[in-house]
Every structure is written in C-alpha cells, then in structure tokens.
C-alpha cells in the first residue's frame, strides 16, 4: 500500500522501520497519518520535534525582536514565528499574504531575529527594480541597526560593492540586475535569501530564473500575494528555488499532479498537492485578520459608445472574428491573435489610441473625468489605473484642461521619484494619481487614497486587486471605493464574465485568482468576441 504522491515509500516500509524520507516530507506524512488511525509509527526524537513545532507556532517560544515588538500585528507576529519555524528546521517558504498585509516587514522582523541571534552573515533581497529603495526604506524605518547596500550603478560599481560587503549587511539588488552580475553573486555565500513579489520566477526557463536559482543560500524565502497566476508550472518554479526536488523535477510534478488536476479536475490529486505545500506556504486575507480595516465597496460604472466609436468597434471586431477562425496553434498565429486584442481593448478606451486621425468622442474618457470630478466634490482623492500610459497621457490632457492637479508614474519614472510622489501624494491634497498598472501594481502604499478607478479591465483579476491593495492597506482609514469603468456591450463585459469563471485552479490549492489568454481556446476566444 503506497502512502501517496509525497511520500515515495510504501505504508510496509514504514511499519517495518526502512523508510527514510528528507525532513521537508515530514509534514506531509504527518497529515497522511492522521488520516490512517490504525497506523502507528514510532517516530524518532527529530521528527516528534519538527511536528510539534509546526503546531505549535503559535505558542513558539520565539521572542520578537525589540525593534519591531511594537508596531507587529497579531497576525504578524504569528507569520514571524512561522518564518522562524521553517528556518531553525532549515526549510524554506512562501509568506503569500494577501497584497497590503505586511510581508515586508515580517520577514525584516525575521533577518533581526537572526542577525540578533547572530546567525545571519550576509542576506540577500531580490525585488522588481522599482522596488529597491522601498526595501532599504523599510529597513531604516523598522530595522535601523541593520546595514543596508542597494546593488545600483555601473557594472564596474556593483562589483566593487559586492566585493566588499561586511558582514551582517542586507544586500538588495533587483531581478534584472542579478541575472546580468550572476557570476559575482556565485562567488558569495548568503545565510538568507528572499524573492520579493517571487511570481518573477514563474516561467522556469527564463534566464532571470536560472540566475536566481544559482545563488548559493542556507535559507530561502519567497513573499508573493500570488504564487499561482496562470498555472501550476508557476507554483513549481518557487518551490525549486526554495528546496528543490521538494516537487519533483518538473516534467514528474506535470505527470503526477499538473495534468490531473489541470486536465482531469482529479480531486485527489488537488488535495495532495495541498497537503504537500501547506506547511510551506503561508497565506492570510484582509478580511480574516484586519478586523479593523476599513470596507471596500466595489462598483462597475457602465458607459455606452457613440454611433461613431461603436461603428469601429463593430468594424475591428468583424476582422478579429475572421482572424481567429483562419488561425492555428502556432506561436505566430497567437502573437496576432494578441495584438488585435489589444487593438479592441484601446477602442475602447479611446480610439485615438489606435487611429491617428481620430477626433470623435470616447464614451469611457468621458465617463472617467466626469467621475474624478464628483468624486473630488465629495471630498475623496483617487489612484487611476491603465495598462495603457498613453491612455494616462490623454487622460493628463483631460485633467490639465479643466485644471484639476495630479501626479502619473509609470514604468519610465526613476526609482528614486516613485518614493517621492507617494510621499508628497500621501501627505499632500493632490487629488488624484495616475498609474499605469504594470509599474504601480504593486510595492506603493498609497493609502492617501480611498477611491481606487480601474479605466481598463485587465484580463489577470490579480493584477487588478494588487493595484487596488495600493489604496486598500494597513494605515488606510476610510472606506475604498473600486470602480470599474466598462463600456456596455463589448469585449470588456466579458473579460469581467471570464474573471469570474478562471478563479478556480489557483483557489482549489490556495485561494489565489489568476487567468491567462496564453491558456484560451479558439472557441474561447470566439465567446469572448461576442
């Protein structure tokens, strides 16, 4: 009788005292073996201790560090502790709260605790570049002791930093920047190691991947509100980084769990994949922890187009209709399947982002100003949010035409300026923030705001909720109002439709949220058209 997927020994084995196991299996076997009652194993003085520790977090012995003890929340203690539990075992794990919750600063609390205890050498922040500063602002703010270096500047300067890293320094370099000084990053040996926003790593072939994954570290953490955004295959990527063969080599983890649970919605192998992950990853909701935050109302604010929007509207879908049913499955066919997706998507916003020529009205830039506008006369300041910075560009001719004040980042904005407009937005009265969605979806606490606009539906409902966490956060004190603007029978009433039905593979593991059109099928497709 075989123990299941996690354990690759037979119940016999056990019984007869020849099984061995790596430690990080132990928790998996523990929750099989409260499911066979009959079943009794002497477990050795180790294992007893490991289990027991991991039910027991809650009343570990680890004592919070001095300089976080008073600005820790309940949860966060307990996520401290977590943290704590999985390195003295010497394992690693996700911390996958949920955007706005706080990871940063519990797993700081961690590198005190360690640095206190003087078992932490060198630790190593990897982050999205747009978040290097922020990390080493959060470090002063909540671990001032601790010595800080942002790997920036030429090659030439980062190697020179690197050379000379004391001991008992966080380093913090950014995933781009680490794949291109991998070589130097080889050459150290880190106590700590933590992936910021760590869905980077989900494409398991990707250079930034391969060079992460060749730094040499003791212990190592992932923080991400959304380990599973698209597939399976993303979820296996962090956990090789973090212990690898804890998921088996990929191609055993897509045949053992992938496509049974992908392909054939098997229960069993959803609840293994659970059983094995759960002790490694931690997740919490707002609702569940943050009593004490505020409501978030969402609302979708409905607009209709003009005669002369909706004829090229109706025209560009005609053409995207006969595209998809001409097309294959190559990789070409789908790049232009994309493209003229995107082509429909910015009529909708506003044709004049796709015709050069066009001066006709745009029922959704007219819909958004008009609701800046009553929102300001009630007294509320707003984050607005596009996938599209030249939508934020006429939406700055809106703004500057009827002179209400604003601040815009984007992807082009230096890291340095990001923190200064969120702190001058923050503790100013500029009414409203543009933000395009892929450069301030995540890592801004913007809680100055507490009316979130989303102009374009995204197809990824995570992405959308993370920008949304912007406003919605520890520190907010009023209600956050959500609006979604969407013009009424079109493409982006159905990208709302499919947000809803895609929610289920991340949720069955997890309670994530996630789809992507890399996974939609022609007939799909065609739905989505109308």
């Known amino acids: 009788m075989a123990l299941g997927a996690g354990v690759d020994f037979s119940l016999e084995d056990a019984v007869n005292g020849t099984a061995k196991l790596p430690m990080y299996r132990a928790l998996y076997l523990d929750s099989l073996l409260e499911e066979h009652d009959s079943l009794s194993l002497n477990r050795d003085r180790t294992y007893r201790a490991l289990i027991k520790n991991f039910k027991t977090i809650r009343d570990a012995d680890y004592e919070v560090p001095d300089a976080q003890a008073e600005v820790l929340r309940p949860y966060q203690v307990h996520g401290y502790k977590w943290l704590r539990t999985l390195a003295a075992a010497g394992f690693g794990g996700i911390l996958a709260d949920e955007m706005g919750l706080g990871k940063t600063l519990q797993f700081i609390s961690l590198v005190q605790a360690l640095f206190d205890a003087g078992s932490m050498s060198l630790c190593l922040v990897v982050c999205p570049a747009s978040l290097v500063y922020n990390w080493q602002e959060e470090f002063r703010r909540f671990a001032p002791a601790l010595g800080t270096q942002v790997m920036t500047g030429t090659a030439s300067q980062r190697k020179s930093r690197l050379a000379a890293l004391p001991e008992g320094t966080v380093c913090i370099t950014s995933y781009d920047l680490l794949r291109q000084d991998i070589a130097l990053y080889r050459e150290l040996n880190f106590s700590l190691m933590v992936l910021d926003e760590a869905q980077y790593i989900k494409n398991q ?7 992460v994954k060749a730094v040499s570290a003791q212990l190592r953490f992932a923080l991400t509100g959304t380990p599973i955004e698209n597939r399976l295959a993303e979820l296996w990527s962090i956990f090789d980084f973090l212990m690898p063969g804890f998921l088996y080599s990929y191609a055993e983890f897509s045949d053992r769990l992938e496509t049974p649970i992908v392909k054939q919605k098997d229960e069993e192998a959803t609840a293994k994949l659970r059983r094995m992950t759960a002790p490694f990853i931690l997740r919490r909701l707002k609702a569940d922890v943050l009593k004490d935050l505020p409501p978030k109302l969402e609302e979708v604010r409905y607009t209709r187009f003009d005669d002369e929007q909706r004829k090229i509207y109706d025209g560009q879908i005609v053409r995207m209709k006969q595209l998809v049913a001409s097309s294959g499955s190559s990789g070409e066919d789908k790049l232009r399947i994309f493209a003229e997706l995107t082509r429909i998507r910015q009529i909708c916003c506003d044709p004049s982002l796709l015709l050069e020529n066009y001066h006709g009205g745009s029922a959704k830039r007219t819909a958004c100003l008009e609701l800046i506008q009553s929102a300001m006369g009630g007294g509320h300041r707003m984050l607005v949010f596009s996938q599209f910075t030249s939508m934020l560009a006429l939406l700055e001719e809106d703004l500057n035409a009827v002179g209400i004040p604003y601040f815009k980042l984007t992807g082009a904005t230096p890291k340095e300026q990001r923190l200064r407009l969120v702190r001058a937005f923050n503790e100013g009265d500029t009414p409203v923030f543009l933000i395009s969605l892929k450069a301030g979806g995540t890592g801004l606490n913007l809680t100055g705001a507490d009316v979130v606009i ?77």
């Open 205 to 211: 072939k990707a250079s930034m991947t391969k060079a």
């Open 454 to 530: 989303h102009y374009d539906p995204w197809w990824n409902l995570a992405a959308q909720n993370q920008a949304t966490d912007r406003a919605h956060r520890i520190g907010q004190q009023n209600q956050v109002t959500v609006y979604r603007i969407i013009v009424k029978d079109t493409i982006e009433e159905r990208i709302l439709a499919m947000q809803e039905a895609k929610r289920d593979l991340a949720e069955a593991v997890l309670s994530g949220e996630g789809t992507s059109l890399a996974s939609l099928s022609q007939e799909e497709l065609l739905e989505l058209l109308g």
